[in-house]
Every structure is written in structure tokens, then in C-alpha cells.
T-cell receptor, first 111, second 116 residues
């Protein structure tokens, strides 16, 4: 069953704008991860945030985690056309079970 | 120097046929996975292997039979293909099966299977 649910399902912005994607999950987690998938390609790991962290940065990416609300957000600042992709959040359900992915947010950045 | 590779990239076949997809990782990882991504982009775990041993089978029909000849390879054989099997299949690997650590999961480029 799904663990993460991304919101919105699709997002279209102009180059240079910021893009914010949200993820909600159901059970307690050890960590939450964000992945990017370019069209016709495999998923690429972007960033991982541990359950005891509230915010993490990596380049133009900023991830927040609110365990009380069971939600996370991914912010991409100063977006570029190359950021056009689907973005997925993923969490391990419990123990050593594999990552469970949401349905993703399709981001389109228009030049 | 591809980390996780899959072959073939595209596979078009008739209903009822049997086909295989191969996956190899050169990262020295212990754990490998097969995921299925449907037309709505929903990515669902199918199998999880650790050191060549099956750990998780997510209620996948027994027409799907994974085989891990060694730690670096996890192949997927599908018997009696059905229309609903059409999807993109992704192989992935991870250093260990322990999700309390922060190891990254690496994905292959995917195999797009079309059943006619």
C-alpha cells in the first residue's frame, strides 16, 4: 500500500520561480527521501531527511519534515527548464522493508 | 561505468509469451529490488533480495519469478504475459537491507514492457 502521497499531482511554473511539492505519509518513519525521475529514465536520489531533522538543504533544494503532521515538502528555488521531471517522496514502511513511493508530482518548468 | 543496468530497454511481445529482464549492479551492494511503474507513474515494489535470498514478495502473481544467480544480478522472468503486465520495470540496489541507515537506493534506467 502507498505510504507517501504527493501534492500537487502536477505543477507548471516559469523558469526562475520556486516550486514547492508536498508529501504526506501515514505511519511513523525513520527517514524520508525525495527522488527525481526524468521522462523515460530511472529514479535519482535527491535528498534524505531523518526523522529527527526538521530541515535540510542541498544546493537549490530545501526539504522540510514535520513528523507531527506526517508531512514533508520539497522546495526547488530558482527553477530551471532542466528541473522538469516527476518528483517522488519515499519512506521505508517499517523495519527493513523497501522504500514505498507516492505517485509523484509532475513538475514542468517553462523557459 | 553504469551503476545499475537493465536489459532490454524496450520489450514488445504478444500475450502468452514468456520473457526475461536482466539487471546487474556494479556497486557491490547486498540488496536488490524489482519495482513496477504503471501508466499513472505509480511505483510499486515487487521483490526484494538480500545476498541472493528472497526477502519480500509483494503478492506478485507466481507468473513472475525473480532469480538471483549472485549478489550483483537479479533477473526477472515472466511467464504467460498478460496485457496488464505492460508497464515499466525498474531494478534497484542498495548497500544493505537495513533502512535504519541512510544508504541511497540506486535505480536502473527501466525496461518498458508492452504486451500486445
Amino acid at each position: 500500500s502507498q505510504q507517501g502521497e504527493e501534492d500537487p499531482q502536477a505543477l507548471s511554473i516559469q523558469e526562475g520561480e520556486n516550486a514547492t511539492m508536498n508529501c504526506s505519509y501515514k505511519t511513523s518513519i525513520n527517514n524520508l527521501q525525495w527522488y527525481r525521475q526524468n521522462s523515460g529514465r530511472g529514479l535519482v536520489h535527491l535528498i534524505l531527511i531523518r526523522s529527527n531533522e526538521r530541515e535540510k538543504h542541498s544546493g537549490r533544494l530545501r526539504v522540510t519534515l514535520d513528523t507531527s503532521k506526517k508531512s514533508s515538502s520539497l522546495l526547488i528555488t530558482a527553477s530551471r527548464a532542466a528541473d522538469t521531471a516527476s518528483y517522488f517522496c519515499a519512506t521505508p514502511r517499517k523495519g527493513n522493508t523497501p522504500l514505498v513511493f507516492g505517485k509523484g508530482t509532475r513538475l514542468s518548468v517553462i523557459a | 561505468d553504469t551503476a545499475v543496468s537493465q536489459t532490454p530497454k524496450y520489450l514488445v511481445t504478444q500475450m502468452g509469451n514468456d520473457k526475461s529482464i536482466k539487471c546487474e549492479q556494479n556497486l557491490g551492494h547486498d540488496t536488490m529490488y524489482w519495482y513496477k511503474q504503471d501508466s499513472k507513474k505509480f511505483l510499486k515494489i515487487m521483490f526484494s533480495y538480500n545476498n541472493k535470498e528472497l526477502i519480500i514478495n509483494e503478492t506478485v502473481p507466481n507468473r513472475f519469478s525473480p532469480k538471483s544467480p549472485d549478489k550483483a544480478h537479479l533477473n526477472l522472468h515472466i511467464n504467460s504475459l498478460e496485457l496488464g503486465d505492460s508497464a515499466v520495470y525498474f531494478c534497484a540496489s542498495r548497500r544493505s537491507i537495513d533502512y535504519t541507515n541512510t544508504d541511497t537506493q540506486y535505480f536502473g534506467p527501466g525496461t518498458r514492457l508492452t504486451v500486445l
